[in-house]
């Protein structure tokens, strides 16, 4: 076993290793001295003016950058991408989910507040379907963060949400698009932004960014957070009197606490002969978190909880290799501990106290648990980027990842014979891609072409089941490919479509468990779909009236294998749907005026996902809706703020967002009468907030905010028809410099 899994990690790390040797041995022409931007200013760059376009800059008499930011040329390019400015959410004390639950196709589902298990949707899709990327890396090897939704948005700048295909340079194996989280980059000097918040239900979150930049090239990153959070809301649920009859009783949630912490150090060096950008990054994060009721809140707990203990390190290349290519190369290795305990002698009620003695501890399933679980995991991508030719490019991306898993339950009930967490459990993933990124009619249309590759392979050795030894195993090979095509009809007006059979693999959590809730599934397939997107997208309209930014698109996803979340009243299991599919439109508008004084913006999604397998256990549920998972959504957002200049160095803000999701059927819509189905009933939401900026030239910034979430007091349900909290205020206060 062990020189299995020194060979599994030989082959994370070899590819890209090799590349590096292969970059070093390379004989560079003498008297060359051309840079990376003189080699690309070469060719003919992806959003470079060109025919028309270029003539009108010229006699307009501005001055044409050689190379742009990534994400302007993205919006115009062939991926269908918009991209979450949060500078305003910075301010405000609304966390990253809310912040991404405003945008086109977004769906952020949560079962409370602070440090709650969610589940973050984009196009019908969800869970880990959806890659999570912290500047490329993913998010579990960065150490900001649990969650995509808790990550503090003070530590990030804007996120950039792919709809459908999701550019090769990021390794994924997506099933229906990734969303990048960007961080801001190092200036020179001394940088930093400090920010602490703290509001109701006991929460209270700090967060901390410090870069500094020096001429020579070498810079420093940290950041990190602290949060922690009573989560004790009031909440409405059935108690027995003394009759034994149920009754609807509102009273405070109790054992609902949760306390993180996570930070990171980055040390790099840019621009030199041998590296346009080398840096290592050290992380690490823990976590704690009571576990309050069973997943439908029907039973209380007292003492379930469970902690997790993450760190690793990340090292990142970039070059533009002899003037030939861009080389990428990024390799994480992170070490995971969960420890679930669930040891608890009496029977608790809820309000809190314990109301009699249990005959066998154990709040969960009536059994004691005290399971610890330990995972590796090594991440590695390679990515090269060619210019062919003038309009031409030629990219490949190859991504090995490995995942190995054991534990421990240190509490085995007498006579069991069945412990699969002490077995030994491997997995191993392989992405490859190649892509070809076409310019024609004078870049006016802007097409790509790209196929890609993945390799499966599951292991549980060692699994004590029946009373004897047994080793199982999933292996898969696939296939998948596309095109996505850009057309520019105005200078500001992009009709895009694309295509794409894709292909999902499972996770490590989804295979094994998470080592709390979430039990095994070792039979897990990988998932497949046929994605399509076409759509409008009016880029950055400026007039005199102000700026205008406009999308609208329907999409299709038609699923093999789809992974989903089922659960009962304890317990959760990802499993294979075999057939899903549906069709669907989003829409988005968004103003902001001269000035900057005034901005609005909403969005509109529907998206019905629906079972269509014709054999296996859901061939039942033929033609119904997938099970707890929203259907239409929408969001408004208006802004208010006074000219720079008019107070001074300050300036005074207020904002109001409005959220509603239609209801939705937490089990499958076919099942029982209409009267007793368990359905998330239709919820609107409204948030107020005020700021107050003072940012005087060379010093330090100051920022405060005060905000109220569900101003109405409304009764609101999320995952698992779970009630999230009522009315909150928050406060906040932000320095810069």
């Known amino acids: 076993m062990l020189l299995r899994r020194l060979r599994l990690l030989a082959l994370c790390l070899v590819l890209p290793v090799g590349l590096v040797h292969a970059q070093d041995t390379e004989e560079a022409p003498p008297?060359?001295?051309?840079?990376?931007?003189?080699?690309?200013?070469?060719?003919?760059?992806?959003?470079?003016?060109?025919?028309?376009?270029?003539?009108?800059?010229?006699?307009?008499?501005?001055?044409?950058?050689?190379?742009?930011?990534?994400?302007?040329?993205?919006?115009?390019?062939?991926?269908?991408?918009?991209?979450?400015?949060?500078?305003?959410?910075?301010?405000e004390t609304g966390d990253l989910g809310e912040a991404l639950a405003r945008s086109e196709g977004v769906t952020v589902q949560r079962t409370g507040g602070l440090g709650s298990a969610q589940r973050v949707a984009l196009d019908g899709f969800g869970d880990d379907q959806i890659r999570v990327f912290l500047d490329g890396v993913p998010?579990?090897?960065?150490?900001?963060?649990?969650?995509?939704a808790d990550v503090p948005t003070d530590l990030v700048s804007e996120a950039r949400v792919y709809h459908g295909v999701v550019p090769i340079r990021y390794g994924a194996d997506a099933l229906g698009g990734a969303i990048d989280l960007v961080t801001a980059r190092p200036e020179e000097g001394l940088h930093g932004r400090a920010s602490l918040q703290a509001g109701s239900w006991g929460t209270y979150r700090a967060a901390l960014r410090l870069s500094h930049a020096a001429p020579s090239g070498v810079y420093a990153i940290g950041n990190a957070f602290v949060d922690s959070a009573r989560n004790d809301w009031p909440i409405t649920v059935k108690v027995a009197d003394l009759s034994g009859a149920q009754r609807e009783v509102q009273l405070r949630r109790n054992h609902g606490e949760y306390a993180g912490a996570g930070g990171q150090v980055t040390v790099g060096v840019q621009d030199k002969p041998w590296a346009e950008d080398f840096s290592v990054t050290l992380m690490g994060s823990a976590l704690r978190k009571n576990i309050p009721h069973n997943q439908v809140m029907t039973v209380p707990y007292g003492e379930a909880h469970y902690e997790?203990?993450?760190?690793g390190a990340t090292a990142h290349y970039r070059h533009w290799v002899a003037n030939a290519f861009e080389l990428d190369l990024l390799a994480s290795y992170g070490y995971r501990v969960t420890r679930l305990d669930d040891r608890a002698e009496v029977v608790y009620d809820?309000?809190?106290?314990?109301?009699?003695?249990?005959?066998?501890?154990?709040?969960?399933?009536?059994?004691?648990?005290?399971?610890?679980?330990?995972?590796?995991?090594v991440y590695t991508r390679a990515?090269?980027?060619?210019?062919?030719a003038p309009g031409h490019d030629l990219s490949f991306s190859i991504t090995p990842q490995a995942a190995f898993r054991t534990g421990d339950e240190?509490?085995?009930?007498?006579?069991?014979?069945?412990?699969?967490?002490?077995?030994?459990?491997?997995?191993?993933?392989?992405?490859?891609?190649?892509?070809?990124?076409?310019?024609?009619?004078?870049?006016?249309?802007?097409?790509?072409?790209?196929?890609?590759?993945?390799?499966?392979?599951?292991?549980?050795?060692?699994?004590?089941?029946?009373?004897?030894?047994?080793?199982?195993?999933?292996?898969?090979?696939?296939?998948?490919?596309?095109?996505?095509?850009?057309?520019?009809?105005?200078?500001?007006?992009?009709?895009?479509?694309?295509?794409?059979y894709a292909a999902r693999l499972p996770s490590p959590d989804e295979v094994f468990g998470d080592g709390v809730l979430i039990s095994h599934n070792l039979e897990l397939k990988a998932e497949r779909s046929h994605n399509l997107n076409a759509g409008l997208q009016l880029v950055g309209q400026d007039t005199k009236a102000g700026r205008f930014d406009v999308s609208a698109r329907v999409i299709g996803r038609f699923a093999d294998e789809l992974i989903v979340l089922m659960a009962n009243d304890v317990f959760q299991q990802w499993q294979n749907v075999y057939e899903a599919g549906g069709v669907g439109a989003q829409g988005n508008v968004g103003w902001r005026a001269p000035m900057d004084v005034a901005s609005l913006s909403g969005t509109v999604t529907w998206m019905e996902l629906r079972n269509h397998s014709t054999e296996g256990s859901f061939a039942g549920h033929q033609g119904a809706l997938i099970p707890n998972r929203p259907w239409l959504t929408s969001s408004g957002r208006a802004r208010l703020q006074t000219p720079e200049g008019w107070l001074g160095d300050v300036r005074l803000g207020t904002g109001w967002t409005s959220r509603y999701v239609h209801w939705?059927?937490?089990?499958w819509e076919d099942v029982g009468v209409a009267s007793s189905k368990q359905r998330v009933p239709s919820q609107l939401v409204h948030s107020l907030s005020a700021t107050v900026s003072w940012e005087p030239p060379r010093s330090v910034g100051v920022h405060g905010t005060f905000e109220v979430w569900n101003l109405t007091d409304a009764r609101t349900y999320d995952l698992f028809g779970v009630q999230r909290p009522g009315r909150t205020f928050s406060g906040k206060l932000t320095l810069t410099w």
């Open 410 to 500: 240190r509490l085995e009930q007498e006579g069991s014979t069945r412990d699969p967490y002490e077995a030994d459990q491997r997995q191993l993933k392989l992405t490859t891609a190649l892509a070809w990124d076409g310019r024609l009619l004078q870049d006016r249309l802007q097409t790509s072409v790209f196929g890609k590759s993945y390799l499966y392979d599951a292991e549980l050795v060692g699994a004590n089941i029946g009373g004897a030894i047994q080793e199982l195993t999933v292996q898969q090979a696939l296939w998948g490919g596309g095109a996505a095509a850009s057309l520019r009809l105005t200078p500001s007006l992009y009709l895009k479509t694309s295509y794409e």
């Open 383 to 388: 990515v090269a980027e060619v210019p062919l």
């Open 139 to 148: 998010l579990e090897y960065t150490g900001l963060g649990t969650t995509l």
């Open 31 to 91: 008297e060359d001295t051309t840079g990376p931007e003189e080699a690309r200013s070469a060719q003919t760059p992806s959003d470079a003016p060109t025919g028309d376009d270029a003539d009108e800059e010229e006699e307009a008499g501005m001055t044409i950058e050689v190379t742009t930011e990534r994400d302007d040329r993205e919006r115009r390019g062939t991926a269908a991408v918009s991209t979450v400015d949060l500078s305003d959410s910075q301010r």
């Open 308 to 311: 997790r203990a993450a760190a």
């Open 664 to 667: 939705f059927y937490r089990g």
């Open 350 to 377: 809820w309000y809190g106290d314990a109301v009699r003695d249990r005959p066998v501890p154990g709040e969960l399933d009536r059994v004691p648990h005290d399971r610890l679980t330990w995972q590796q995991s």
